[in-house]
């Protein structure tokens, strides 16, 4: 609770002491003091009323007049109300590539600013040109974490905002993005379909930012003999309903990649090795 004191020439005080009636005695209790025209009465609980007196020492400034008088004021009372939001919590997002989500992680140091917390909101942007807009309302001042799956990409930007009791909302945390954190798509340049369910198809690694790709694979005549948009390819070696011969294939890939700041497009290009007898010796490729 805050008060301001009025006060006119010739007189001036010195001295203001403030009392609160306390509901348990009926008597009206110090609770400080000051020689400044404003006071504030902390800790207190909103909704419950308070009542105050204040009594002035002071005196007429001319040097025939009485000095060290002390008055009284009215009493009032008066209801306070929250309308102070809590500090904006500090926020770290980590990704979770190939199962395209976002973990979230905030925390509140500051314990009296802790003290005054109900819940938290998370808000989202996909790409720069958005708007951040709310994902969830987490109404427990005690979870400190949130696991968001954005739909087919795991790119974006992220804030927290902590909450009171009443409504009242902090400022945004510093917004963390994602940017490059899973940035990757390598295509095997060896696979098998020899029936014998180990590496039977040519599956591309794949971060959760590609959208889609435009791949082509050519044969060594430049006959285009498979093409897909499917960012994890899937081949199946066969062309025309038949596996192809062994031998070394030809690829061209556009790779269309989901990022903050929008679209990325990479072009690739290179060999894919095929090789189709049972019990083929296949040398390891090291991956990302």
Same mark, same amino acid.
């Given at each position: 609770?805050?008060?301001?004191?009025?006060?006119?020439?010739?007189?001036?005080?010195?001295?203001?002491?403030?009392?609160?009636?306390?509901?348990?005695?009926?008597?009206?209790?110090?609770?400080?003091?000051?020689?400044?025209?404003?006071?504030?009465?902390?800790?207190?609980?909103?909704?419950?009323?308070?009542? %105050?007196?204040?009594?002035?020492?002071?005196?007429?400034?001319?040097?025939?007049?009485?000095?060290?008088?002390?008055?009284?004021?009215?009493?009032?009372?008066?209801?306070?109300?929250?309308?102070?939001?809590?500090?904006?919590?500090?926020?770290?997002?980590?990704? !979770?590539?190939?199962?395209?989500?976002?973990?979230?992680?905030?925390?509140?140091?500051?314990?009296?600013?802790?003290?005054?917390?109900?819940?938290?909101?998370?808000?989202?942007?996909?790409?720069?040109?958005?708007?951040? @807009?709310?994902?969830?309302?987490?109404?427990?001042?005690?979870?400190?974490?949130?696991?968001?799956?954005?739909?087919?990409?795991?790119?974006?930007?992220?804030?927290?905002?902590?909450?009171?009791?009443?409504?009242?909302?902090? @400022?945004?945390?510093?917004?963390?993005?994602?940017?490059?954190?899973?940035?990757?798509?390598?295509?095997?340049?060896?696979?098998?379909?020899?029936? $014998?369910?180990?590496? $039977?198809?040519?599956?591309?690694?794949?971060?959760?930012?590609?959208? !889609?790709?435009?791949?082509?694979?050519?044969?060594?005549?430049?006959?285009?003999?498979?093409?897909?948009?499917?960012?994890?390819?899937?081949?199946? +070696?066969?062309?025309?309903?038949?596996?192809?011969?062994?031998?070394?294939?030809?690829?061209?890939? $556009?790779? %269309?990649?989901?990022?903050?700041?929008?679209?990325?497009?990479?072009?690739?290009? +290179?060999?894919?090795?095929?090789?189709?007898?049972?019990?083929? !010796?296949?040398? !390891?490729?090291?991956?990302?």
């Amino acid at each position: 609770m805050r008060f301001t004191i009025n006060r006119n020439v010739p007189w001036i005080n010195t001295r203001y002491d403030f009392f609160r009636l306390n509901p348990l005695t009926s008597a009206y209790d110090s609770v400080g003091t000051t020689n400044q025209l404003d006071f504030a009465d902390e800790g207190l609980v909103n909704g419950t009323k308070y009542c %105050y007196y204040v009594r002035s020492t002071g005196g007429y400034l001319s040097n025939n007049l009485p000095k060290n008088l002390i008055n009284f004021s009215q009493i009032i009372c008066s209801t306070p109300v929250d309308n102070e939001p809590p500090c904006a919590p500090a926020l770290k997002v980590t990704s !979770k590539c190939d199962s395209l989500y976002n973990t979230l992680v905030w925390n509140i140091t500051d314990s009296a600013c802790f003290a005054d917390v109900a819940g938290y909101k998370v808000y989202a942007r996909m790409i720069t040109q958005d708007s951040l @807009s709310l994902v969830t309302t987490i109404n427990d001042k005690n979870v400190f974490t949130y696991r968001h799956f954005p739909a087919g990409t795991i790119s974006g930007c992220y804030a927290v905002t902590a909450f009171d009791a009443k409504g009242n909302e902090s @400022s945004k945390s510093l917004t963390t993005c994602t940017i490059d954190s899973c940035t990757f798509y390598e295509i095997p340049n060896v696979f098998t379909p020899n029936g $014998d369910n180990i590496n $039977d198809r040519l599956i591309a690694k794949t971060s959760g930012l590609v959208d !889609k790709i435009n791949f082509k694979l050519f044969n060594r005549n430049g006959l285009l003999i498979f093409t897909t948009q499917d960012p994890r390819i899937n081949w199946d +070696g066969t062309y025309k309903g038949k596996i192809v011969s062994p031998g070394v294939y030809f690829y061209q890939c $556009d790779v %269309y990649e989901n990022q903050v700041s929008g679209v990325k497009l990479l072009h690739l290009s +290179g060999f894919v090795h095929v090789i189709t007898e049972l019990d083929s !010796k296949v040398n !390891k490729v090291t991956t990302k």
